[in-house]
């Protein structure tokens, strides 16, 4: 399995079909990188979740990926690579967080984390009652058939007209 404490020189992780507990995965090197870059605002990238819940939802995390881990055949572990374990980490990490937080925007910047916020300063560029600065004002998801949409309402700073548009969901 691809859970390595100190792998520091190495580029393939030492594999093993131990389940590890939940403490070695919660201080193992790809939990704690996990953690550190998903709860920090990297410059254009923000952390989409909120400090109020982070520390449950590590825990969370952590002992999700552990009972995964636990439903795995020890051959099914031992085939894992980090990339298996941080896509099914990342998962479980926000799933944790989808059932913490019960605040409509925070469920819709964990879903969709890299596009804008409510209070985000977004250009208007040249369209009529939007040209200039504009700023996010509310977010809502909004369903036609099978289609699903962000539904965003901005505030134009020099007119301080509002005006609607939507995203298309995948």
Not at 100 to 124: E, K, M, Y
């Amino acid at each position: 399995m691809a859970i390595v404490m100190d792998r520091k020189d190495t580029k393939e992780p030492e594999v093993t079909a131990e389940l590890p507990t939940k403490e070695q995965l919660k201080d193992s090197e790809l939990v704690v990188q996990a953690v550190a870059y998903w709860f920090a605002d990297h410059g254009h990238v923000r952390s989409p979740f909120p400090t109020t819940v982070q520390e449950k939802v590590a825990k969370g995390a952590v002992e999700g990926l552990h009972a995964w881990l636990a439903g795995l055949k020890p051959d099914e572990r031992a085939k894992l690579r980090d990339e298996d374990l941080l896509e099914k980490f990342e998962s479980v990490l926000f799933d944790t967080a989808m059932g913490l937080v019960t605040d409509t925007d925070q469920l819709i910047t964990l879903r969709f984390p890299f596009l804008p916020r409510c209070g985000d300063r977004i250009d208007g560029g040249a369209i009529a009652g939007r040209e200039g600065e504009n700023i996010v004002r509310t977010r809502r998801l909004a369903h036609e058939d099978k289609d699903e949409f962000l539904v965003v309402e901005a505030e134009c700073v020099s007119t301080g007209e509002r005006w609607e548009t939507r995203f298309e969901l995948p």
